[in-house]
Nanobody, 119 residues
Framework: QVQVVESGGGLVQPGGSLRLSCAASGSIFGITFMGWYRQVPGKQRELVAAITSGGRINYADSVKGRVTISGDSAKNTVNLQMNTLNAEDTAVYYC?????????????WGQGTQVTVSS
């Protein structure tokens, strides 16, 4: 049984910072992808940032320069440092862990953590 748990969300004022953390536990091997997504009501879930086992990093245009993703596939953790937050960053943030084992691809999602940017 694999569990993915996010933490670090909360209420922050515009211009502030938050650090989100994600940890996967259980029998998980062959991680190739770790990413953060976000979703607001009525909209599709969107990619915020992702990192692959090869070290490739992608950021959504809306967060470039403000967000840094860091991951440790050996520890099954991925973090998201978010700076200069604004109201448009308000969303539920989800962590996704993906990979391959025995030639089968898998992905696990966390339950999400709420980030609210408001004065």
């Amino acid at each position: 049984q694999v569990q993915v748990v996010e933490s670090g969300g909360g209420l922050v004022q515009p211009g502030g910072s938050l650090r989100l953390s994600c940890a996967a536990s259980g029998s998980i091997f062959g991680i190739t992808f770790m990413g953060w997504y976000r979703q607001v009501p009525g909209k599709q879930r969107e990619l915020v940032a992702a990192i692959t086992s090869g070290g490739r990093i992608n950021y959504a245009d809306s967060v470039k320069g403000r967000v840094t993703i860091s991951g440790d596939s050996a520890k099954n953790t991925v973090n998201l440092q978010m700076n200069t937050l604004n109201a448009e960053d308000t969303a539920v943030y989800y962590c996704k862990i993906g990979g391959s084992r025995w030639s089968k691809n898998y992905e696990y999602w966390g339950q999400g953590t709420q980030v609210t940017v408001s004065s």
